[in-house]
């Protein structure tokens, strides 16, 4: 019986990488990182709400100060302790993140490949991406993205041409 075989593109075509668990967590917490739009509206939101506590009896005031102070607090955890325990348990649950990745530069896009499978992501069907000083995630949905480390530069990937690519293609997430 002749096996079906994926007759796509290898990792030996691109620059090969594997995301460890840390790198995982590092890149879902950038993804998850506040726009500075929600960070206009939240403190805008918090700044009327002080404007009203200082208009208001002490009781009421009270309950406002308690209410904003909690609402801070709250956002911290999830983002300092929720977003990265569930990040660790996604990558340990599902191993197929745990694969090594090939990413090449195409002229009509990006190529991401692994052993199961690839994928040409095109310049026109990007959705957004966002960067950091660590990685590159390009979203191909609102919550799907590629890490692609910044550390690949270093054994030859063209990093500065894709972020070039992806500024003429998509908005950066700010």
């Given amino acids: 019986m002749e096996s079906m075989g994926y007759d796509g593109p290898t990792p030996e075509a691109g620059t090969v990488y594997r995301v460890s668990r840390e790198d995982y967590i590092a890149a879902g917490r950038l993804f998850a990182r506040p726009t500075r739009k929600l ?14 506590a200082f208009c208001v009896p002490a009781t009421v005031a009270g309950a406002i100060v308690g209410g ?16 990265p325990r ?6 340990d649950n599902y191993k197929s ?3 090594e990745i090939s990413v090449e530069l195409k002229d009509e896009g990006v190529l991401f490949s692994t052993e199961d499978g690839g994928g040409l992501v095109r310049w ?6 966002r960067q950091n000083d660590r990685y590159i995630l390009i979203l191909i ?10 550390s690949l530069g270093d054994r030859g990937f063209d990093i500065p041409r894709l ?3 992806l500024k003429k293609n998509a908005p950066e997430i700010r």
Avoid: C
């Fill in 86 to 91: 569930m990040l660790g348990r996604h990558y």
């Fill in 163 to 165: 972020l070039d690519a």
């Fill in 124 to 129: 026109d069907s990007l959705h957004k991406w």
């Fill in 68 to 83: 904003m102070a909690g609402w801070v607090l709250f956002f911290s955890v999830v983002m300092l302790v929720v977003t």
């Fill in 39 to 52: 960070l206009v509206v939240s403190a805008s939101i918090l700044g009327a709400l002080a404007v009203v």
């Fill in 97 to 99: 993140m745990q694969e």
């Fill in 141 to 150: 949905m609102p919550k799907l993205y590629y890490v692609v480390p910044k």
